[in-house]
């Protein structure tokens, strides 16, 4: 039965709950496909702890895709007051812990200007989620802090959600064509859905507490990411923040052993504090204490009908290696586009269904990545007498951040696209993401990349016309958003060094289809005929049309 207007007392498209680093980044996604939606979080402010703080550079490129890229870099560069927030350094203490020498690995995703037209930032979380926030309200996002979820039914055509003003206690009836659970790793939604977790379990119990203390000439000139300390009084590890007064230190303790996070008071947090710094008459300055599991936990289903779980709702993991909030970036990335292409009547929710099809293997891809991180020497690629059988179920840090393959209805699979490997190729392959080059058009240099966004887009050759015009009539039958460029010394979009081509291993009048997400989702074979009705085909199949061409 279709909800009357005076059931509620206001209709959203997409009801966000949870105004953390994922629910911000999926309201402005949204807005970036003019897709409105009503973000409710309880907290008064963003995050005022630094959680996750590298954004790696997948990130970063749908951060640009919104135009927010560069204004993240600044941030995080002004946050930093010296040296770089990289390395690793153990030790009894902080003042004599020795630099380490970190594995290859590492290195790869400091370093990936062949691979995309952003690069690692390091930015903490408390300085980003101000930025979303601040940059969401400009443009218009519906955000309602001091704002709960009280209640939700769900019906054939939306979810019903009761959600209350917290200062007033002031009750608000929502209609939402969705509802998506961004609350967080202990999500209120996934329990009531009745959905389970799988995974590793809980690996370590830490404390973390984040503090204030000038060690700046402690630690000038021996700048780190992170410094791990073990002596008989504290064992743990500091992680840098802006590298002068602002720290995390991650206390790791012991309940087998009776201890328990509610008997570390801030007085004895501060004498650990001294202890693992080497300095035990420092002035220490406790901002914030909280306890945590490092564990790995993927839910076992991120959709319940119109509900659909993001971020730390879908996926908890360790934090080391950043893949947490990354993670979860990118599925609000997924989900934005194919809520769009549903809302605006170009797919169908047939399409919704391929969020958990794409999005769960890469989370558990990431767990398990993190998860051998529990070892700080197998963190970093150091080899040890002791570690050598997780270093050999280490992957290239690359495939989990931009390099893994997605498999579900709408990508068209070829052989090649269907092969697995743990290895990071980037040629153009269905269910991959696009590769990166730099363009020039109308005298502008691009990046592919930068032609992503809330259309799909047909790349073809040189030789590539016939396509491009096929792309053109089908996208204009069917009512579709798309754009269609001859790629090459003379095409649309200029490359005069062809590497494009090399690039994707092609020909000269092959094409490509890029899904609004940045991911190809379809490839012609070398020779094929462009005809309208393979293109039909494809899209049809994609935005989750059945097989007789109508909407399912």
């Not at 050759?461 to 958003?481: F, S, T």
């Not at 012609?524 to 097989?547: F, I, P």
Request: glycine share 8%; net charge negative.
């Amino acid at each position: 039965m279709q909800m009357m207007p005076d059931q509620y007392d206001e209709h959203t498209p997409v009801l966000i709950v949870g105004g953390g680093l994922v629910g911000l980044s999926l309201a402005l996604f949204l807005q970036h496909h003019n897709i409105p939606s009503i973000l409710v979080e309880r907290r008064a402010t963003t995050s005022t702890r630094p959680r996750a703080r590298g954004i790696h550079f997948r990130s970063m490129e749908l951060y640009r895709e919104i135009g927010l890229s560069q204004q993240i870099v600044s941030a995080g560069a002004n946050n930093v007051k010296q040296g770089h927030p990289t390395g690793l350094r153990i030790g009894e203490t902080l003042i004599n812990a020795k630099e380490q020498q970190i594995g290859p690995k590492l290195h790869t995703l400091v370093k990936s200007a062949e691979l995309s037209p952003e690069s690692l930032c390091f930015c903490p979380q408390d300085v980003l989620e101000p930025i979303l926030f601040t940059v969401a309200r400009e443009r218009g996002c519906d955000l309602r802090f001091s704002h709960e979820l009280i209640t939700y039914e769900q019906e054939e055509r939306g979810v019903m959600a009761t959600i209350a003003e917290r200062s007033s206690d002031k009750m608000r009836r929502v209609h939402a064509n969705y509802l998506i659970a961004a609350d967080g790793a202990h999500s209120p939604i996934r329990h009531t859905l009745g959905i389970s977790t799988s995974g590793l379990g809980v690996l370590e119990r830490y404390l973390s507490i984040y503090f204030q203390a000038d060690l700046s000439e402690l630690v000038r000139g021996r700048t780190f990411s992170q410094c791990i300390v073990e002596n008989e009084h504290v064992r743990g590890g500091f992680a840098s923040l802006n590298n002068t007064d602002r720290w995390i230190f991650h206390l790791s303790y012991n309940p087998d052993s009776m201890e328990r996070a509610e008997e570390f008071s801030s007085e004895r947090c501060k004498q650990l504090l001294r202890c693992a710094i080497g300095v035990p008459d420092i002035e220490i300055e406790i901002k914030s204490m909280s306890s945590w599991e490092s564990a790995v936990k993927i839910a076992d289903s991120y959709q319940r009908g119109r509900i659909m779980l993001v971020g730390d709702a879908a996926h908890l993991m360790p934090p080391w290696g950043g893949f947490g909030g990354n993670t979860g970036i990118a599925d609000a990335h997924n989900l934005a586009w194919k809520l769009a292409a549903v809302h605006k009547g170009w797919a169908t929710q047939e399409l919704l269904t391929t969020y958990e099809a794409e999005r769960r293997p890469v989370a558990w891809i990431a767990g398990e990545q993190a998860a051998l991180g529990t070892d700080v020497y197998t963190r970093y690629g150091i080899a040890t007498a002791s570690n050598a059988q997780e270093l050999a179920q280490q992957i290239d840090p690359l495939f989990v951040t931009v390099g893994y393959h997605y498999h579900s209805k709408a990508v068209i699979e070829n052989e090649q696209s269907k092969a697995s490997s743990p290895n990071l190729v980037l040629t153009g392959e269905p269910g991959t993401r696009i590769p990166h080059i730099w363009l020039a058009q109308q005298g502008k240099r691009i990046s592919t990349l930068d032609l992503a966004g809330t259309r799909f887009v047909l790349l073809a050759g040189g030789e590539g016309e016939n396509w491009c015009r096929a792309a053109l009539a089908v996208a204009e039958k069917l009512d579709i958003p798309l754009a269609a460029y001859r790629v090459g010394p003379t095409g649309d979009l200029r490359d005069t060094e062809n590497r494009w081509l090399t690039a994707i291993q092609g020909q000269e009048d092959q094409a490509l289809l890029m899904r609004p997400y940045g991911f190809v989702a379809w490839r012609s074979a070398q020779n094929m005929a462009a005809t309208l009705q393979e293109l039909e085909r494809v899209l049809k199949q994609v935005l989750g049309y059945d097989r007789s061409g109508n909407f399912v």
